[in-house]
């Protein structure tokens, strides 16, 4: 059967506004014409007062405001960030408005290039109320914390937050971590993370064999690691029960509320992707299983374009929504949920990068955007869609580029390697400056 054809959003948008103007010029007509209006007309035929249907009203003004006061506290806050993202950038293109289900439950999914800014552009240019996921430090501060008690956000505890110095010094070897003046077992307990001072890496506890011996869930490769490495200062990051917070999430989402998710974890200035957090498949997953729920989840694309100057451009492109897959699902309900969550992770990777661009640097990033205009023919002006399409099109193909030229260096250095042993000389003496 041949799908069924889309409706044309922007005539539909065109005669909605059509109709409310002439529903708001009626309005106005009626009322600014004593024997057009039907309140003056049904007053002046029963011989009453205006006064008596305006008291029931406004009573019923009172309790509609009132009955609906957080959507109300909502879309007034939505307008304040409206005005105030017009003021920052001058231009703001939406794509694939179509994509986004009309009805909740949603889960929305974009990239975290800015703490706030990201947010306030999913809240100002998405039709459907959002709630985001934010981390109790933010939600604990007096202005975030009251704005994002208004759009009705989630608090997360999130271990970083609460990461604290250790007494003692860490020594790895591999999975196993040998401890000086340490406390394992009191300071740190299996399902724990802990991390060297100064790096951002986190290892979780496996086991715990004294107070200066343990056992991680992951190998450890840094400077600190070998029996001979000197001992590291270390922080420890408390594991943080989460039902909590997914309880409040599924209930939200039974009752058709769309949540807002950067499953990146935390903000960035990278050109790229950071590995994806487990928590938006988790989420879904359980949705699914717990409560028969098919949650589509949309991925957003947050485009930022000279991003450190005033009055900048941005885009923000939804993109077609990603289900929890039946093979997923079969692989969780075998007991391999690691395996599902990985799957559905990567599918909402594959999204949230197809509304992206996406390169290895901030260099490379502006080349793909000379190439963009300079292709493009004199005089000609795409849509934005377009711009997007040519620009994931120009990054894709120097990505290849780049793999074929270092794949290409490799082969030569290998070449040049075996040129030099079968002529007796060593890859060292081939090198500029060898013997100097």
């Given at each position: ?5 889309k409706?044309d ?16 010029l ?12 039907p ?11 205006t ?8 009573g019923?003004?009172?309790?509609t ?12 806050t ?16 939406v794509?694939?408005r179509?994509?986004v ?8 999914t974009g990239n ?8 306030l ?41 609460s990461?604290r110095r250790?007494?003692?010094t860490?020594r790895?070897?591999?999975t196993?971590?040998v ?28 086991e ?10 992951d190998?450890?490769?840094?400077p ?7 001992g ?5 990051l ?19 509320a769309?949540i807002?998710?950067f499953?990146?974890?935390?903000s ?10 487990a ?5 879904a ?12 989840v949309v ?6 374009f000279r ?6 451009r941005?885009?923000?492109e939804f ?7 039946e093979?997923?699902?079969d692989?969780?309900?075998e ?10 992770l ?29 292709w ?11 711009k997007q ?5 120009f ?9 074929q ?14 040129r030099?042993?079968?002529g007796g000389?060593?890859s ?9």
């Open positions: 059967m041949a799908p069924a054809p409706a959003s922007s005539l539909t948008t065109k005669m909605d506004e059509t109709i409310f103007v002439c529903a708001v009626a309005v106005v007509i009626m009322l600014s014409v004593d024997e057009l209006n309140i003056k007309f049904v007053c002046t035929t029963v011989e009453i007062s006064a008596y249907p305006a008291y029931p009203a406004a019923f003004l009172l309790y405001v009132v009955a609906n006061v957080t959507d109300i506290v909502y879309y007034a939505k307008i304040f960030f409206m005005s105030i993202l017009s003021i920052f950038f001058r231009e703001i293109d794509i694939g179509d994509n289900p009309r009805h909740g439950p949603i889960i929305f975290h290039a800015n703490q706030f800014v990201d947010a552009q999913v809240l100002c240019n998405c039709n459907h109320k959002v709630g985001f996921l934010i981390a109790m430090k933010s939600w604990n501060q007096l202005v975030v914390g009251t704005l994002a008690r208004c759009i009705g956000c989630i608090p997360v505890e999130r271990p970083q937050d990461a250790a007494p003692g860490l790895f070897e591999g196993r971590v401890g000086a003046g340490t406390r394992f077992g009191t300071d740190v307990k299996v399902g724990d993370k802990l991390r060297v001072q100064g790096e951002s890496a986190q290892f979780r506890v496996a715990v064999h004294g107070p200066e011996a343990l056992t991680l869930k190998p450890y490769a840094g600190s690691e070998g029996v001979d490495a000197p590291v200062a270390w922080e420890v408390k594991n943080v029960d989460q039902a909590g917070v997914f309880g409040r999430v599924f209930t939200g989402l039974q009752g058709g769309c807002g998710i499953p990146e974890g935390g960035h200035d990278r050109t790229d992707l950071l590995p994806l957090k928590g938006v498949a988790i989420i997953v359980g949705a699914l299983e717990r409560h028969n729920l098919a949650v589509p991925p957003i694309g947050l485009n930022y991003r450190n100057r005033f009055r900048a941005a885009v923000v993109g077609p929504p990603v289900y929890v897959s093979a997923a699902m692989k969780f309900r007991g391999r949920a690691k395996e599902a969550y990985h799957d559905f990567q599918a909402v990777e594959d999204g949230m990068r197809a509304t992206l661009v996406t390169a290895p640097d901030e260099r490379a990033l502006g080349l793909v955007h000379m190439a963009r205009r300079l493009l023919p004199s005089g000609y002006a795409p849509t934005s869609r377009e399409s040519l620009n994931r099109r990054a894709e193909g120097y990505k290849l580029l780049l793999r030229s270092i794949e290409h260096k490799e082969r030569k250095a290998a070449a040049e390697k075996e030099a042993a079968a000389q060593s060292f003496s081939l090198s500029p400056g060898a013997g100097r």
